[in-house]
């Protein structure tokens, strides 16, 4: 009987010192995260004033057919890594207080959702930010279906400071089929159809690009799973009238007539675009420069560079087999270097929180309408 009390009594102590030291440790982990209270961030930490590249933001945020919203990866440009107090903090422990997307509709506040920190280290000029998974969890999805067809606004927050927001039209088609199983969908625009870009490739030279997406329902009569529609283009680049320049692509063998269509020898060959339905993707092309041949020097003296062309005013002018009007985007070369847009220019922008972040990579033209 002596024998089990005191085995009784050894057995609370042990419980007692266990739940003593648990209970320590939570303590110790509240002391040690504070409250959760967004941080104060020093802003004099970067030159320049925070943003969100582009490029990011037009890849990682997509609407799928159902309504329920992705966010995936977005790159921050010189974001502060130091507290207002000068202590560093933590991108792991710190995370809910440091980055942050609200959504909005219109006016409407919707949900607030944290961000983690991707590849790059807090203190590098560029980071990437992951964005919330909804996953498994569609109660927490940021839905137009729930939430209704309009402008919808993103608000990226760093501690206590909204440096950046970025707005998007989602809109839904209705399918007139009586027999089809998807009767309904919601699609998104705005920057996509708005803008193409001028990327600064490996090569040194242009590779332009634009997004391209289509909002039909059964795209292949033959075959109901195929979501993809086939588009064909092809680019023209003018300076001051001229033309300079056409699309170029690696031509494909000849009995490949599914993948192109052909055109003229200067223009080498139409790309073929496959995107699939509700889905925004880039679409790209090097530019070939009018009266250069094979034999021309170096490889890359035949393409477009994306410094040194001649001073002047450009075009570039977009063929696509399913529109009939020409996509127009017009930029000028002075120096040699292509000019900045008023709002990519940090210089000349006067809202940094919608500045188009190009970083140093990229030109961003808009659509002439």
């Given amino acids: 009987m002596k024998q089990t009390k005191t085995i009784t009594l050894i057995f609370v102590l042990l419980f007692s010192y266990n739940l003593t030291n648990a209970q320590l440790g939570r303590a110790l982990l509240k002391k040690s995260t504070k409250s959760k209270k967004d941080l104060e961030l020093d802003w004099t930490v970067f030159d320049q004033d925070p943003a969100v590249t582009f490029y990011s933001l037009l890849d990682g945020t997509s609407v799928h057919t159902n309504g329920i919203g992705t966010f995936s990866y977005y790159t921050g440009t ?46 590098d000029n560029r980071i990437q930010m992951v ?18 067809v309009g402008t919808y606004r993103m608000e990226f ?31 998104v625009r705005g920057p996509w159809n708005d803008y193409a870009y001028l990327k600064h490739n490996s090569s040194g030279n242009i590779e ?23 588009i064909f283009w092809y680019l023209d680049l003018f ?38 339905r509700g889905e925004w993707n880039d679409y790209t092309s090097g530019i070939r420069l009018v009266g250069k041949s094979d034999g021309d020097n170096k490889y890359n003296a035949l393409y477009a560079p994306f410094k040194g062309l001649e001073d ?15 996509r127009t985007y017009s930029f000028t070369v002075a120096g040699g270097n292509i000019v900045l847009p008023d709002y990519q220019d940090r210089a000349k922008n006067t809202d940094p929180t919608k500045l188009v972040e190009g970083w140093n990579n990229y030109i961003w033209l808009k659509l002439e309408k």
Avoid at 132 to 147: M, R
Avoid at 263 to 276: C, I
Avoid at 312 to 326: C, M, R
């Fill in 78 to 123: 010189f974001i502060s890594y130091l507290q207002a107090n000068g202590e560093k903090f933590s991108a792991i422990y710190d995370e809910e207080k440091f980055m942050k997307i609200k959504f909005f509709k219109g006016d409407e506040y919707i949900s607030t959702h944290t961000m983690s920190l991707g590849q790059g280290s807090l203190g």
């Fill in 131 to 148: 964005g919330p998974n909804f996953t498994g969890n569609e109660d927490a999805a940021v839905s137009v279906a729930k939430h209704g």
């Fill in 157 to 187: 927050y760093a501690g206590t400071k909204m440096y950046y927001n970025f707005e998007f039209e989602a809109y839904k088609v209705t399918n007139d089929d009586a027999y089809a199983e998807l009767k309904e969908m919601y699609l």
């Fill in 208 to 230: 332009f690009g634009m997004y391209l997406t289509h909002e039909e329902f059964k795209p292949n009569p033959d075959n109901e799973r195929d979501l993809t529609k086939y």
């Fill in 239 to 276: 300076k001051d009238g001229k033309l300079v320049g056409t699309s170029f692509s690696v031509k494909n063998e000849e009995n490949d007539t599914d993948n192109t269509l052909r055109s003229t020898p200067e223009r080498m060959t139409w790309h073929r675009a496959n995107p699939k």
């Fill in 312 to 326: 002047g005013n450009y075009q570039v002018k977009v063929k696509l087999t399913t529109e009939e009007t020409l």
